[in-house]
């Protein structure tokens, strides 16, 4: 009896994660203080290069979901991010990968590999983040089956329309008010007021005891 119950302990202990690891992930350990930054860039290095000076400058580590033009059009910008930070897949098309076929889906994450390999001469992390967070279970299970991890957000502010930038103080006072042990959140590279907010945010966070982490703690 005693071998029956370790064995089964063992089965549980071992298989526990890979199956943790076949879901969204929108948040980390809610017990802990540990917090997650991600942003998600395309169609203008504007902001790319004054975010990656900050990270930089405070030591926060960041993973960045890269769309297919930008990974395209900004080969230093993405040589930069590969070398400080994580780039990750946000998809060649930034489409509703719902509507694709697997095979077109498979074809875009293939060519998004090959071509970040090509740029920085090393293989991506196997992060992921649908674009505009669609996704349905036959895209979920092509990307746990090729080796992903999911990354959605649970904080996000509305800051995805360079044209309409609502300012400092409202990417400040939104992000800061939303975080919570464990946050995922989720920024994009588009706007003046981002770049600008990003140093606030983290010296806030860092006075309410948040520690910024990487997304590796998931692998």
Same mark, same amino acid.
């Given at each position: 009896m005693k071998k029956i119950i370790l064995f089964l302990l063992s089965i549980f202990l071992f298989s526990t994660p890979t199956v943790l690891k076949k879901q969204l992930i929108y948040s980390g350990d809610t017990n802990s203080k540990k917090i997650y930054l991600?942003?998600?860039? @395309?169609?203008?290095?504007?902001?790319?290069?004054? /975010?990656?000076? =900050?990270?930089?400058?405070?030591?926060?580590?960041?993973? *960045?979901? /890269?769309? @297919?033009? *930008?990974?395209?059009?900004?080969? /230093?910008?993405?040589?930069?991010?590969?070398?400080?930070?994580?780039?990750?897949?946000?998809?060649?098309?930034?489409?509703?990968?719902?509507?694709?076929?697997?095979?077109? *889906?498979i074809n875009d994450i293939i060519e998004f590999e090959k071509l970040a390999y090509e740029i920085t001469g090393k293989k991506i992390t196997k992060f992921f983040r649908p674009p505009m967070g669609f996704i349905n279970k036959e895209k979920e299970d092509i990307l746990y089956n090729n080796g992903y991890l999911i990354f959605m957000w649970?904080?996000?502010? &509305?800051?995805?329309?360079? =044209?309409?930038?609502?300012?400092?103080? &409202?990417?400040?006072?939104?992000?800061?008010?939303?975080?919570?042990? @464990?946050?995922?959140?989720?920024?994009?590279?588009? =706007?003046?007021?981002?770049?600008?907010?990003?140093?606030?945010? /983290?010296?806030?966070?860092?006075?309410? @005891?948040?520690?910024?982490s990487s997304l590796l703690d998931f692998k």
């Open positions: 991600t942003f998600d860039d @395309g169609y203008s290095l504007k902001n790319t290069l004054s /975010i990656l000076d =900050t990270l930089k400058k405070y030591d926060v580590p960041a993973t *960045f979901f /890269i769309e @297919g033009g *930008f990974l395209k059009e900004n080969p /230093i910008a993405i040589k930069r991010i590969a070398e400080e930070q994580i780039l990750a897949n946000h998809t060649m098309c930034h489409c509703d990968i719902r509507k694709l076929k697997d095979d077109e *889906f649970n904080v996000k502010i &509305y800051d995805y329309v360079h =044209t309409d930038d609502l300012g400092v103080d &409202y990417a400040v006072s939104s992000i800061v008010e939303q975080v919570s042990n @464990g946050s995922i959140i989720l920024m994009h590279t588009l =706007t003046d007021s981002n770049s600008e907010a990003l140093p606030i945010i /983290i010296e806030k966070l860092r006075e309410k @005891g948040y520690v910024f």
